[in-house]
């Protein structure tokens, strides 16, 4: 995946978000939860959230997947 990132918003957690869901509300996909764990190592243990952590979220510019990866991955 390549990915250009343009800047960052920030997102204030709600009590029981995930990464993966916080990645589906910003980015329409789940699989994306990786790049907001990457903006925020801090918070990386974090299985649930428990409310009011600050979590940067990467404004990507340009999101590819790669023709290599097999169908059931695209």
Request: overall charge negative; aromatic content about 8%.
């Amino acid at each position: 995946m390549s990915q250009r990132i343009a800047g960052y918003i920030k997102y204030t957690a709600q009590g029981g978000d995930t990464f993966d869901s916080i990645a589906l509300a910003a980015y329409n996909e789940e699989r994306m939860a990786t790049t907001i764990i990457t903006a925020n190592p801090d918070l990386c243990d974090v299985l649930i959230f428990e409310g009011g952590e600050l979590v940067q979220i990467p404004i990507v510019e340009t999101v590819t997947t790669p023709d290599t990866l097999p169908p059931w991955r695209r």
